[in-house]
């Protein structure tokens, strides 16, 4: 069964750095698109930016170019979310969801970031 | 950027009826579009894929169709489950693969 695990809920402080990860089992990992989705508080579903672990061959979405840092390490089947100076405004739940030879996404079960002073 | 545009906004449906759910794409996605539902507090859960496939465990109440830029999503006799906030999604262009804004469906 494939499957995603996500780290737990964070709560910062505006201008803290913060990493999120998010590790894949029961399927071929290096070799399929895995990313991030931002859902702000009541809103709808945003992608961040994608990767492909084999390579780290890493797409944004021009909103999130510059904002945060997508990364992967296959050895352990793993990607994480960077920030490294967080605002309020990035309160929001984060999922993690991957490609699976054309059949849909796989969700994580979401990492809810708050930032607040 | 391909718009995904879903209407209605919110949809509600007494216990037994129809419920027809529409997507429009900006530009030609093919046949790469997929319906997911998601409950509150809960990730989204994926219900079709390639337009028209049923994922594993959906029932066949759930239905898909479409291709290009015009798709829909049927409940052919909803359940008081199925509630909740269904979205589009297409995976044929990045940057960026997009998702619809959303539809509510209401149980009346």
């Known amino acids: 069964e494939v499957q995603l695990v996500q780290s737990g809920a964070e709560v910062k402080k505006p201008g803290e750095s913060l990493r999120i990860s998010c590790q894949g089992s029961g399927y071929n990992f290096p070799t399929n698109w895995i990313g991030w989705v931002r859902q702000l508080p009541g809103k709808g579903l945003e992608w961040m930016g994608i990767?492909?672990?084999?390579?780290?061959?890493?797409r944004y979405s021009l909103s999130f170019q510059g904002q945060v840092t997508i990364s992967a390490d296959k050895s352990n089947s793993t990607i994480y979310l960077h920030w490294s100076s967080l605002k309020a405004s990035e309160t929001a739940m984060y999922y993690c969801?991957?490609?699976?030879?054309?059949?849909?996404?796989?969700w994580g079960q979401g990492t809810m970031v708050t930032v607040s002073s | 950027e391909i718009v995904m545009t879903q209407s209605p906004a919110t949809l509600s449906v007494s216990p037994g009826e129809r419920a027809t759910l529409s997507c429009r794409a900006s530009q030609s996605v093919g046949s790469n579009l997929a319906w997911y539902q998601q409950k509150p507090g809960q990730a989204p859960r994926l219900l079709i894929y390639g337009a028209s496939t049923r994922a594993t465990g959906i029932p066949a109440r759930f239905s898909g169709s479409g291709s290009g830029t015009e798709f829909t999503l049927t409940i052919s006799s909803l359940q008081s489950e199925d509630f909740g906030v269904y979205y589009c999604?297409?995976?044929?262009?990045?940057?960026?693969?997009?998702f619809g804004q959303g539809t509510k469906v209401e149980i009346k």
């Open positions: 999604h297409q995976n044929n262009n990045w940057p960026p693969w997009t």
């Open positions: 969801a991957c490609t699976t030879a054309g059949k849909g996404l796989v």
């Open positions: 990767i492909f672990p084999s390579d780290s061959d890493t």
